[in-house]
């Protein structure tokens, strides 16, 4: 039986586990992305007086939506896969509990979850990370414009990516999936209050 390790380096040479790891990665990076803008602009514009409290604010956030983000594809995948599994054991007619297929299953299911977690907190870690400097080296204006600027460079490299495995022009997927942080750092600032 293979340990776990050996298991995940063997599905990462699948396609069709890699093809669903990715989508929940960038799916969820995404939204973990947009929020940490609106919760960065939100905050700022609010009169929140220190980068370490948008930092709380923010890892809040990430703990919720990596959690989410975890949690439902574990519980969706394991619905999904155990149906699958059943449909082959019907069609078989015998057992695969403890077979390779049942542990190929369990161990997409476990890449899965962890890439669709590694998503959203890379998309809210990685704009969170001027406040870390706000007061010494930054006032929260420019650890705002930064903040922004660095989750609209994360929705790009995502769409940069999506768009080169696609056969896209990666640059136009970019700008397409930074657009959106955009939006959102623009609507939040015209929010009333």
């Known amino acids: 039986m293979p340990s776990i390790r050996q298991l995940l380096r063997r599905l990462r040479g699948k396609e069709d586990v890699l093809a669903i790891s990715r989508r929940y990665f960038i799916s969820n990076g995404f939204d973990g992305t947009l929020t940490s803008i609106g919760i960065i602009v939100g905050a700022v514009l609010s009169g929140v007086p220190d980068g370490l409290t948008v930092i709380k604010i923010g890892l809040g956030a990430a703990v919720g939506l990596g959690t989410s983000a975890v949690w439902s594809v574990w519980e ?22 403890d077979t390779r297929v049942q542990r190929e299953q369990s161990g997409a299911r476990i890449m899965h979850a962890i890439m669709s977690g ?14 870390v400097v706000e007061g010494a080296v930054l006032t929260m204006q420019e650890a705002a414009l930064i903040a922004v600027g660095l989750g609209i460079g994360v929705l790009a490299v ?22 959106a942080g955009l939006v959102v750092a623009v609507i939040n600032f015209f929010l009333p209050g």
Request: aromatic fraction near 8%; charged fraction near 20%; glycine fraction near 12%.
């Open 76 to 97: 969706i995948e394991r619905a999904e896969t155990r149906s699958e599994i059943r449909r082959i054991e019907q069609a078989m007619l015998t057992d695969l509990g």
């Open 118 to 131: 590694l998503g959203p907190l890379i998309g809210i870690l990685i704009p969170l990370s001027p406040f």
């Open 158 to 179: 995502f769409g940069a990516y999506m768009g080169s495995i696609s056969g896209q022009r990666w640059y136009v997927a970019a700008a397409r999936m930074g657009l």
